[in-house]
């Protein structure tokens, strides 16, 4: 698997800058910031903002790792619940 990192500008606070990403992450991040109705750079600058001392190109890699991660959590959770309340009703019937 080939992927090239590409460096992107954006303007955050009022500065121009950049981020260096891959297009696999550039991609998950302009969905993500669709999903959550808002612009790439205000998403971005809400990930500057809570960032552990990483760089920014980094504290949004794993922002996205995060939010995946997260969503197939929440998925898993929903899938097992849904899994007992099926048994449930399975056992009540016979």
């Known amino acids: 698997m080939h992927t090239t990192v590409k460096k992107r500008s954006l303007v955050l606070h009022g ?7 891959e297009d696999e992450f550039w991609t998950a991040l302009i969905d993500i910031a669709a999903e959550k109705r808002l612009p790439v750079p205000l ?3 809400q990930i500057d903002a ?7 190109s ?4 794993v922002f996205v790792f995060r939010h995946y ?3 197939r959590q929440e ?8 899994d ?3 048994n449930e009703a399975m056992a009540q019937g016979n």
Do not use: F, G, K, M
């Open 15 to 21: 500065h121009r800058t950049s981020i260096s990403l």
């Open 43 to 45: 998403l971005v600058e």
């Open 50 to 56: 809570e960032h552990d001392h990483l760089n920014l």
């Open 58 to 61: 980094s504290a949004v890699r």
């Open 69 to 71: 991660r997260d969503a």
């Open 75 to 82: 998925a898993s959770v929903r899938t097992d619940r849904l």
């Open 84 to 86: 007992e309340v099926t």
